[in-house]
């Protein structure tokens, strides 16, 4: 079999997404008979077919779902190739680095020190985001490394160097009459019926059942917690959680979170090699300054 071209799996994809050939033509910009010329090609060269077809629409067969499951990293990571193709040619050259707001902040800014002492460092440009989108944004090629939480990110696809690891603490409205223990427990905060756990989007954009609050950023969550809405369980340098109006309260049986410095596991550049290391340089510094 022939290599299979992006355009035949972009085609593929969004037909795949519809379940419909009308509305994916009219989603690429083309009529519907060269696209269901297309998505005929591309199964007679794989020699199976991709899609059951009814006059309502389409499903996918077995093999279409094999495929749709590959295709979509398979583009991502063309288009990321090509985002860190273009930034590797520009005149100016940068590393960008995502991280989530907030988070960090002493070893963010422990690392940039280093890297701008660097002479051979490429300059860092910050991104932020929030959860799930520093994964994103290194498989998209937005990013070129990331630091990232072992405890809450998935490193699916990356390679990763741990930089520090960390005691967690619940973030409590200060008037709730938890926030006056030292310390707490997991068991503590489960099943609280005036602070039900808040609820993050899974990576697809759903969200799990619960009676939490559904957020989907930092600042959302820190007011909820400050109106006695939810209990959060944190890092404990995350910073822009934790508000006047907020407690942290050590969580004593809290999984560790590890912050790493994450990057795509094919890449082969010495500037994000480069950088690393002086990411583990900064956050072997930082934590010796700590415990001096």
């Known amino acids: 079999m022939d290599d299979l071209e992006t355009r035949e799996l972009r085609y593929f994809v969004t037909v795949a997404e519809e379940l419909h050939f009308g509305r994916a033509a009219a989603r690429l910009g083309m009529s519907q008979p060269p696209l ?43 288009a990321a190739a090509g985002r860190r193709a273009q930034r590797a040619g520009r005149r100016t050259r940068r590393l960008v680095l995502a991280v989530k707001a907030g988070a960090d902040h ?21 991104v932020f985001g929030e ?14 490394i990331a630091l990232m939480h072992r405890t809450y990110d998935d490193l699916t696809g990356f390679d990763a160097e741990d930089l520090r690891t960390e005691q967690q603490v619940a ?34 954009g759903t969200y799990p ?11 959302q969550l820190a007011q909820l917690v400050a109106l006695g809405r939810t209990v959060i369980v944190i890092p404990r340098s995350s910073r822009t959680l934790q508000w006047p109006e907020h407690v942290a309260v050590p969580v004593l049986d ?15 550049s010495p500037d994000v090699a480069r950088a690393v290391r002086n990411a583990v340089s900064a956050a072997e510094t930082f934590a010796a300054s700590r415990t001096a």
């Open 254 to 268: 809290a999984a560790l979170a590890t912050t790493v410095i994450a990057w795509p596991a094919a890449s082969t």
């Open 106 to 126: 002493e070893l963010l800014q422990a690392f940039l020190d280093v890297q701008d002492a660097d002479p051979d460092a490429l300059p860092i440009e910050v």
């Open 36 to 78: 269901s010329r297309a998505i005929r090609q591309l199964e007679q060269r794989i020699g199976t077919e991709l899609f059951e077809r009814n006059p309502r629409g389409v499903t996918l067969t077995a093999a279409g779902t094999v495929l749709f499951g590959d295709a979509g990293p398979a583009l991502a990571a063309v």
């Open 131 to 144: 959860v799930h989108e520093q994964a994103a944004f290194l498989r998209d090629g937005t990013a070129d």
């Open 171 to 204: 973030i409590l409205p200060r008037t709730h009459p938890l926030a006056a223990r030292p310390a707490l427990s997991t068991a503590d905060l489960r099943d609280l019926p005036d602070l039900p756990a808040a609820r993050w989007p899974r990576v697809d």
């Open 209 to 219: 059942d619960g009676p939490g609050p559904e957020v989907r950023s930092q600042a």
